[in-house]
């Protein structure tokens, strides 16, 4: 149990209990005397159906959207109420969403463990060393940047049919020979196992409750996502509107992507900047803005396939599009540059210590990057890059269309 308080605020009134395979046999007697001593008690249906009747005390079912309890618990607020989740509620829990309503001094938490720590536990998997992702109400792709060779995932399902289809999406990327191992009813009594490999999975019956351990094994020709900013071309399905490589990694080098920020890809084209911020860190979040709109479609089939389906995509012209658009950590004018004010309303929204990066290849587009320059300071690079190519019999240089980059960190 943990809870916190000082002498200024109310006493904890917010029960947060995590409930295991086991049912309410497994709760701590703290946890207990919560659940019975609650003026409120709200569950999912099926920790509901395991509570013996208590007249007079309020049973709510969760509601959807799930957002909508918060104003139910926000109008019981100091009464005793008890929230029931699944094992811990801290591990792709209910108690993240709570805390964004509840200061953490008003609730007492009673976790009990989680899939992940069981599911370790049986595998012999040191949870250091194992990422712990879901898909539960959130889409598959997410799960791309992970997947390398060695790699040892842990993925909570979102029901029975979760495994199968992980196993036929894992095969079509080049991962078959990657095993699959379900749990299932983790720490029930009836707990099983099914294990295969991804290209030979069986036609078996899962249950809904079920978690996934994944040791991937990538075939030869199976394409990894690289760690680094800089990605090739080829991954990117584009119309020829894409930072070439070179230029992407020194770019987002100057755009420096931290943990949990937010950048604006201005005239995002194939969507290459905006995707590569995202992959920099899973909370990173990107916002990108184009007036194309079969340009937007092909950035969504970008994101989704390289493995952030979550980035945000704006149909608009900029200025204009980001004027309701929360202010960004970084920003990056791959397009438009010449359009009047943009530039200038960029710096504006930039949030302190934040970071611009513009390009251009164009003279007219230097021009407006060298004015900007004289007006805010910051920095130009020059970037030359030449790409070998068969030349008769040996091979030359061709160089690419040279790019001026303008940073700038606003102080």
Known sequence: MTSLATNSEPTPWLNIVGVGAEGLAGLAPGARMALDTAATVIGGARHLEMLSERPGQERLVWPSPLETA?????????????????????????????????????????????????????????????????????????????????????????????????????????????????????????????????????????????????????????????????????EFEQDGQITKREVRAVALALLAPGRGERLWDVGAGSGSIGIEWMLADPANEAVAIEPRAERLERIARNASALGVPALRRIHGRAPEALDDLSAPDAIFIGGGLTTPGLVEHCVERLCPGGRLVASSVTVEGDAVLAAARERHGGELTRINVSRSEPLGAMSGWKPLRPVTLWSLRRI
């Open 70 to 234: 918060l104003d139910w618990i926000e109008a019981r607020a100091g009464q005793p109420l008890c929230v029931l989740a699944s094992g811990d509620p801290f591990w792709f829990g209910v108690g993240a969403t709570l805390m964004r309503r509840f200061p953490v001094a008003q609730t007492c938490v009673w976790p009990a463990p989680s899939a992940f720590s069981l599911a370790a536990a049986r595998m012999g998997w040191p949870l250091q060393q194992t990422r712990c992702l879901s898909v539960h109400g959130r889409p598959m792709e997410a799960l791309r940047p992970w997947l390398h060779n060695g790699a040892r995932l842990l993925i909570l399902s979102r029901d029975g049919d979760t495994p199968a289809e992980l196993a036929r999406w894992l095969t079509g990327l080049g991962f078959g020979d990657s095993t699959l191992t379900v749990l299932q009813s983790l720490g029930a009594a009836n707990e099983t196992a099914v294990s295969a490999r991804a290209d030979a999975w069986p036609e078996v019956g899962i249950e809904a409750l079920n978690t996934v351990a994944l040791e991937c094994r990538a075939d030869p020709a199976a394409t990894v996502l690289a760690a680094s900013a800089g990605r090739p071309e080829a």
